[in-house]
Structures are given as structure tokens and as C-alpha cells.
């Protein structure tokens, strides 16, 4: 049966017209909240706990913690939204962003914008109601650089809009802590700066894992402007950037309970972070399969593992 004589067959059976209604519209949630990128989010949210633990010196409030997170998903997905509307025309000619709901039509573009304020204005209003206003500040400049600066300026522009791109990436640290306190200290600094370094080597493995996508939609992603192997000296510098940052918290933040039950598993994970670093340079310099992702996954596991661990100490 094709698709014409399916709806043509719905129109007449008022059971099949009431059958495929839940059907579209849970088609139609789907596709606003691919918008909003969940997976990046829950990655977003891995950092915000561990730096709302670590200013607590301990568990939040529970109404704190929650709000925070439901602020923060929406100020996220707000960003994401608005990423997506922008690049639309980029994402039509990129095969990994081809099926995004902007580029399939599954959401206009109005009804994007629309859906992307209404995320920013309740995320702002939940977080300036039940945390703090320097939180919800915060992320509303980091909605501001991510959809505005990043996404139309940086990343169309130089090659270095990953290491501009970290700052709103790294900001879920700076949110929690202010969530919690009303204030920044130097603990919320250093573990920012962690996950800002962090976001080179992660991001730029997976650039090289599409670069011809980035080149086809005329991105200067650094993998696309520079060659391969500068492209991992580049990754294995900051890799050993983010384990001495990394490293840095336990001076900075012993007064909030940071000691040996953080540092140790920051080595480990360090050591074991900057080797698939060198193991990706050494493919890349032997000119076979670089297998760049190996190094993406690796990288996500090693940061949350590295929250984990700044979870556990402040409890502990």
C-alpha cells in the first residue's frame, strides 16, 4: 500500500486516523527533542554534580540539586536548538548531521527559534528562582556564546573554534558552583579549565573521524586545515594539559575535602588518557588506520570517571 492510499484508508477508518495520531506526535516530540542533542547534555551534567558537590563540601540540597539540573538541561538544550538552527545550511551537506529534524523537515525553522526562546527564558526564570541569579546569568551567557559566538562566528571563521568553543562547554562547571553558593572560587576555576582542555583532544578525535565532512561543508575545523600529525602533536599537548590541570585541584580545593581518594585516580586515569593520546599519534605517523575514535571514547570515559572520583573524595 502506498503512503497516499494509507492516509487516503485513514481519512476513512476512524480507528486508523485515531491510531496514527499518538504515533505522530510522539514522531514530532522526538524530532524537538533531537533538537536539544540529549547526548551532549548528559555529558554537560556529568560536570555540574561534582562541582555543586564539591562547593556543598558534601550533598546540596536536593531542591538545589534538582533545579540545577532541570535549569541546566534547558539552558543546554537551548543552545543546542538555536546550534541547530543556525547550521542548518551546513548540516545538508554533512553526512553524520544530514537527518537532523532542521534538514529532514521534521521541525520548520520558526518553530525551532520559537521552541529555542522558550527553553532560554523558563531555563533562566527556574534557575534566578530557586539557585541563584549569578547562576542563571552564567547560563545565559553560555546559551549567548555557544548559539551566537561558536556557532556563527568561530566556527565558520578559524581553526581554533574548538579551544573558543570549550568555554561554554566547561561553563555547567561554573553554573553548578555559583548554583550553590552565589559565588565563583578558584576550585570551580580549576575544574573548568579541566574540562575546557579536555574538550581539544575529545573533539578533535572525532573531527579527524569526519574531517571530509567538516571539508565538504566548508568548516576549518583544524583537522581540515592542517595535516593529520600536527593534528595529533596537537592532541597528545593538551591531553598532557588536562592531567596537570587535573592535577592542580588537589592543592586547590583540599579545604573542600580533595585529597589522595582524587588524586590517585586522576593519575591513573591521566596516565591512561595520555597514552591512547601518544597511541593515536603513533597511527597517524605509521600512515595506516588512525582509528580516532578510540581516542573519543576513551576521553569520555576518562571525564567521567575523573567526576567520579571528585564525587566520591568530597563525600568521603
Given at each position: 500500500?502506498?503512503?497516499?492510499?494509507?492516509?487516503?484508508?485513514?481519512?476513512?477508518?476512524?480507528?486508523?486516523?485515531?491510531?496514527?495520531?499518538?504515533?505522530?506526535?510522539?514522531?514530532?516530540?522526538?524530532?524537538?527533542?533531537?533538537?536539544?542533542?540529549?547526548?551532549?547534555?548528559?555529558?554537560?551534567?556529568v560536570t555540574t554534580v561534582p562541582?555543586?558537590?564539591?562547593?556543598?563540601?558534601?550533598?546540596?540540597?536536593?531542591?538545589?540539586?534538582?533545579?540545577?539540573?532541570?535549569?541546566?538541561?534547558?539552558?543546554?538544550?537551548?543552545?543546542?536548538?538555536?546550534?541547530?538552527?543556525?547550521?542548518?545550511?551546513?548540516?545538508?551537506?554533512?553526512?553524520?548531521?544530514?537527518?537532523?529534524?532542521?534538514?529532514?523537515?521534521?521541525?520548520?525553522?520558526?518553530?525551532?527559534?520559537?521552541?529555542?526562546?522558550?527553553?532560554?527564558?523558563?531555563?533562566?526564570?527556574?534557575?534566578?528562582?530557586?539557585?541563584?541569579?549569578?547562576?542563571?546569568?552564567?547560563?545565559?551567557?553560555?546559551?549567548?556564546?555557544?548559539?551566537?559566538?561558536?556557532?556563527?562566528?568561530?566556527?565558520?571563521?578559524?581553526?581554533?573554534?574548538?579551544?573558543?568553543?570549550?568555554?561554554?562547554?566547561?561553563?555547567?562547571?561554573?553554573?553548578?558552583?555559583?548554583?550553590?553558593?552565589?559565588?565563583?572560587?578558584?576550585?570551580?576555576?580549576?575544574?573548568?579549565?579541566?574540562?575546557?582542555?579536555?574538550?581539544?583532544?575529545?573533539?578533535?578525535?572525532?573531527?579527524?573521524?569526519?574531517?571530509?565532512?567538516?571539508?565538504?561543508?566548508?568548516?576549518?575545523?583544524?583537522?581540515?586545515?592542517?595535516?593529520?600529525?600536527?593534528?595529533?602533536?596537537?592532541?597528545?599537548?593538551?591531553?598532557?594539559?588536562?592531567?596537570?590541570?587535573?592535577?592542580?585541584?588537589?592543592?586547590?580545593?583540599?579545604?573542600?575535602?580533595?585529597?589522595?581518594?582524587?588524586?590517585?585516580?586522576?593519575?591513573?586515569?591521566?596516565?591512561?588518557?595520555v597514552v591512547e593520546s601518544h597511541?593515536?599519534?603513533?597511527?597517524?605517523?605509521?600512515?595506516?588506520?588512525?582509528?580516532?575514535?578510540?581516542?573519543?571514547?576513551?576521553?569520555?570515559?576518562?571525564?567521567?570517571?575523573?567526576?567520579?572520583?571528585?564525587?566520591?573524595?568530597?563525600?568521603?
Amino acid at each position: 500500500m502506498t503512503a497516499l492510499s494509507e492516509r487516503s484508508a485513514a481519512r476513512r477508518d476512524p480507528a486508523r486516523r485515531s491510531a496514527s495520531r499518538p504515533s505522530a506526535l510522539r514522531a514530532r516530540v522526538l524530532a524537538y527533542v533531537a533538537l536539544t542533542k540529549p547526548r551532549i547534555i548528559e555529558l554537560l551534567l556529568v560536570t555540574t554534580v561534582p562541582a555543586m558537590m564539591l562547593a556543598a563540601r558534601g550533598w546540596p540540597s536536593w531542591a538545589v540539586l534538582v533545579a540545577t539540573l532541570v535549569g541546566g538541561t534547558l539552558a543546554a538544550g537551548a543552545a543546542n536548538v538555536f546550534n541547530c538552527y543556525f547550521d542548518r545550511d551546513i548540516d545538508r551537506l554533512m553526512q553524520r548531521t544530514q537527518k537532523r529534524p532542521l534538514v529532514t523537515g521534521e521541525v520548520s525553522p520558526r518553530a525551532a527559534l520559537i521552541f529555542g526562546f522558550v527553553l532560554t527564558v523558563v531555563s533562566i526564570a527556574l534557575l534566578a528562582a530557586t539557585t541563584t541569579l549569578l547562576a542563571a546569568a552564567l547560563a545565559a551567557g553560555a546559551i549567548f556564546y555557544y548559539a551566537v559566538l561558536y556557532t556563527m562566528v568561530f566556527k565558520r571563521h578559524t581553526r581554533r573554534s574548538t579551544e573558543w568553543g570549550g568555554v561554554p562547554g566547561a561553563a555547567p562547571v561554573l553554573i553548578g558552583w555559583a548554583a550553590v553558593t552565589g559565588s565563583l572560587d578558584w576550585p570551580a576555576v580549576v575544574v573548568f579549565a579541566v574540562v575546557w582542555a579536555w574538550q581539544m583532544p575529545h573533539f578533535w578525535a572525532l573531527a579527524l573521524r569526519f574531517k571530509d565532512d567538516y571539508a565538504r561543508a566548508d568548516v576549518p575545523m583544524l583537522p581540515v586545515v592542517t595535516s593529520a600529525v600536527s593534528v595529533g602533536r596537537q592532541t597528545v599537548a593538551w591531553a598532557w594539559v588536562t592531567v596537570a590541570v587535573s592535577l592542580l585541584l588537589w592543592p586547590v580545593a583540599s579545604d573542600y575535602g580533595i585529597g589522595l581518594g582524587y588524586t590517585i585516580p586522576a593519575v591513573l586515569l591521566g596516565a591512561w588518557f595520555v597514552v591512547e593520546s601518544h597511541r593515536l599519534l603513533r597511527r597517524i605517523d605509521a600512515g595506516g588506520e588512525t582509528k580516532p575514535m578510540q581516542l573519543f571514547h576513551v576521553s569520555i570515559s576518562y571525564l567521567a570517571l575523573l567526576m567520579v572520583a571528585i564525587v566520591v573524595d568530597a563525600i568521603v
